[in-house]
C-alpha cells in the first residue's frame, strides 16, 4: 500500500507543473497506427485523459503511430486481476503492485531481455548502472522498473502537518517534538473552540477504511521515533538485520503521545472508525488543526479550502519527532529498487513493436515530453534554464488544464528517469527547481515560509547527506513482492492485522489501560510468531538485496 | 357419466410410470428449464468443492490450474478445525457469524410479526398504508447509503450523542461505532430498522386469510382484542410463522457482510469480523482459493444441519416443516 504515495508523488509532482510540445525529432521505429492496452492497477480513472488525445500523448501518437488505451483498477482489485489470470484475457502492457506475484506465477509476462537486446538501446541507456537490477536470477526481464531512476529531493510527503493559522497565532513557534505539537494544539482549542460555528478538531485520522490505517497511524509512528520508511520494518543500515517496527522496546511512545491527545479531548474520537469521506469533509470544513497524513491523501480537501481562499487553514508541513534527538527519517536516501512495472503480456501480438514503442519512452526527448510538455508551447530555455512559459503558467491556473496537455501522465507507471539533468544540462524535472517550487505555494504557506526563513517545506528537514543511504533500496517493495499466499506473507498480513486492532484499542483506552494493552499486543504478537517473521525478512533483505548488488557489480 | 369418470379416477392411480410419464408430458416439459437451472447454477458448482482438498493456484486457465494443482486431502480443514480449537480468528468470524444472526433471529423475527399484527390492527385505512409504506422504504436503500447514514447518526458530533447529552444521560459524548460490545446490537438495531416493513408483508398477507366468522364468534364471546390476537390471528398464521422459522434458520450462518464490512472497522474487528469477510480476506485476498473453498464448504455443512435441526424439531411440536 505504501506505492500509493509514490504514484500519487509521481503524477502530482508533474502535473502540478505542465509542459510542452517541441518539435521533437525522433527516429520513430514505425509510424503505422496501432493501439496498445494497459491494464494499471490503480485508480487513474478521470486522472488522466480518457483518449490518449492531450497534446503531450498527441505528439507520441505522431511519432510512433501508437495510441495507448488504459485500463484501470476497479474496486477490488484482487478480483478483476483474478478474473483476468483466469481469463488470461491479459491487454498488451500490465502493470501490477501487489498482485505482480499472481501475474509472474501464472506466466503472463513476456522475457523482455532479448528483445532489448536487439531493439532497446535507450532503454538500456535511461537506466543505467540500475539495468542490470532489472534482470531476475536467470537473466530475464518482466517488467521495466516503475520508480524514478534517479531521485529528486521533493517536498516531503509523508510529514507532522499544522495549519498555517495555529502557528500564525503563536508568532510561528518552533515545533520540533510532539509536545509542543500537542501545546500549540491545546492552546489554540482554548483560545478558538469552533471554527466558522463547528467544534475545532485538534487531530484526526483516518482508519475506518482498510488500508489507510498504514497511513495516518503506522507510519506518523515510526517516523516520529526515527525509523525511516521500510514497511512496517527496521532494517538496521550496518547488520542489515530486519525487525517488525512494533517489536521494537520503545516504539509505543508515539502511541502513548496520542492516547494522551485522545483522553485530553485533543484526538478526535471519531478518528478510528470515520470513513475517508467524512475524514476529507472535516480538513475541508477548516477545522482540523493538524493531522499527521500524507500530502497525497489529503490534497483533495486542501484543494477545497485553497478554492474558497481559506490558504490559512492549509498545512505547514513540519519534522516533528518525539525527542529532539531524533532525526526526522523524511531523507533517508535509498538505492533505486526497480520491483515492479510495466511489462508486456503474452496476448501482446507484436512484442518487437510494443519493445520499440517502450525504448522510444526511455528516449531523453521523450522523457523530456513526458515530463515538461512540448517546447515552445509549454516550455522554453529561459535565463538558462528549462521553464514553463508564461502562457502555460497563466493556463494552468483553470482546473482541467492538466488533463489538455496531459504533461506528466506517460511518467507512470512507464519508465522515468524522474530528477537530474540532461545532456544539454537542463533539469528533468520542473520540480527541481526552487523558484518554480515556491511559485506552487499558497500566499499564507510562503509568510509561513519566510516566517521560518526557508524557500521550501523540504529545508526544514534534515536532509539526505545525513543518513546512512540505504543500499538495499525500498525494502518495503520487497515485503509487499512476495506471493501472497508464502509463509512470509501469511505471516506478515497476521502481525498487521493484530497491529490494526490494537493500535486503536491502546490509543482510545483510558491512560490507566495503555500499558495493559500494549502488553497485551506484544504478547500476542510474539505468539503469532513475530521472530519467525524477523528471521523471514532479513533473509529475504538478504536475497534481494545481494541479488541486485551482485548484479550491479 | 359418473361411472365414466370413476373408472378414469380408477385408471389414473393404476396407470404404470410410462404412461404416467406421457400423461405428463407437457408438464415435465414445462419443469425441465427449472431443472436445467437448478443443476446448472445450484449443483454443477459443487464440483468446484474438490478444490478444498487441493492447493490450488491460478496458472493458465481454470481448468488447466485445476489439474495442475496438488491434492492435499483434509489440511485446509484440519488448519479451520486448529483454528477453532486454538480460539483464533476463524473462531471468531464463527461466533460474530452465529451471534449476530442469533440475535436477529429473536428480535429480528419476533419484530415484524409483533408489527403486523399492530399495523392489522390500525383501524383507519389510509394511516395504515401511510405507516407500512414508510416502514418497508428503507428495504430498498442499499446498505451501502444506509451505513452512511447510520455511521452520521451514531459519529460523536451525530444527533444520538447530541441527544444524550443535552438530556444529560452522558458526560462525554461516545463514539458508538468504535466500542466492540455494542456491534452486534447496532448491527441488530439497523438490520430491524432497515427490514421490519419489509419481513412484516408475509405475516400481514396471512392475517388477512384469517377466517372473519372466527372474529365474529370471539366478539360473541366477549373476547377482547388481546385475546382474539392471541387465541385465533396467532394460532391461525402459526404455520406460516414456522415456515418462514426454518427458512431463516437456514439463513443463520449468511449473516451477510455489507453491513459488517461497512461499518466494522479494526478496532471492533473482535466482534464485527464475519465469515464471509474473513473467507475474502483470507482466501481471495491472500489467493489462497482452496482455504477460501474450505471455509465455504463448512458453511454449508453448517447450515444443512441447521436446517435439518430446526426442521426436526419442528415436526417433533407437530407443526408444519418443510423438508
Known sequence: MKALPKLAAAALSFSLLFSAVSPVTVAAASADPITFTIYVEDALDGRIEENFEGDVSRVITEQTGVTI?????????????????????????????SHLNNFLEADAYIDMAPLIEEYGPNIKKLYGDSFEKLKDDEGRIFYLGQDFISPIVEDPEDSFEIQQ????????????????????????????????????????????????YYITLINPGLRAMGYPDDGNFYVDPETYDVQYAFDIDGIEEYYRWLNSMYNEGLLDPDAFTQTHDEYLAKISSGRVLALTDGHWEYVEAEQVLEEEGKYERTYARLPVTYSEDIVHPAYRPAAYSPMN????????????????????????????????????QHWEIRDGKRQYTAAEMEARKVPGHAIETAIGYMTYPWPCIGGGEDSNGYKFNALDDSQTLWDTYNEEAKVTLEAYGVGSWKEMFPQPSEFIPSEWGQAWLIWDNQPPDSDFAMLHTECNDLTAQYLPMACSAAPEDFDAIWAEFMERLDAIGVKELNEAATQLLADNFYVHVEAAE | MEKNAKSKRLRLTKASFPERLYRQRYLLLMSVPFLIWVLLFNYLPLLGWTMAFQ??????????????????GIKHFVALLEDILSKGRFYLALRNTLGMSFYMMVFGFVTPIIFALMINEIRSMYFKRITQTISYLPHFISWVVAAGMISVMLSTEGPINELLENLGLIEKRIPFLAQEKLFWGIMTFSEIWKELGWNAIIFLAAITGVDPGLYESADLDGANRLQKIWHITLPCIMPVITVILIMNVGWLISVGFEKQMLLGSDITRNYSEVLDVYAIKYGIGQSRYSFGTAIGMFKSVVSIILVLGANLIARKTGETSIV
Not at chain 1, 500537542?182 to 485520522?205: A, C, N, S, V
Not at chain 1, 511489462?343 to 515538461?372: H, S
Open chain 1, 69 to 97: 488505451k488504459y485500463q484501470f483498477g476497479v474496486g477490488d482489485v484482487s478480483n478483476q486481476i483474478t478474473l483476468m489470470i483466469a481469463d488470461q484475457a491479459y491487454p498488451d502492457f500490465v502493470f501490477s503492485r
Open chain 1, 341 to 376: 512495472g510495466v511489462g508486456i503480456t503474452q496476448n501482446c501480438p507484436d512484442p518487437v513493436r510494443a519493445i520499440q514503442f517502450l525504448d522510444y519512452l526511455c528516449q531523453e526527448e521523450t522523457q523530456i515530453l513526458t515530463a515538461w510538455g512540448i517546447e515552445g
Open chain 1, 165 to 212: 493559522a495555529v502557528l500564525k497565532e503563536f508568532g510561528y513557534p518552533e515545533v520540533k517534538t510532539l509536545e509542543q505539537a500537542k501545546d500549540l494544539l491545546k492552546k489554540y482549542i482554548e483560545k478558538y473552540p469552533t471554527i466558522d460555528g463547528q467544534p475545532t478538531i485538534g487531530l484526526t485520522l483516518t482508519c475506518g477504511e482498510g488500508w489507510r
Open chain 2, 55 to 72: 492447493d490450488f493456484k491460478l496458472k493458465g486457465d481454470v481448468f488447466q490450474s485445476f489439474f495442475a494443482a496438488d491434492w492435499v
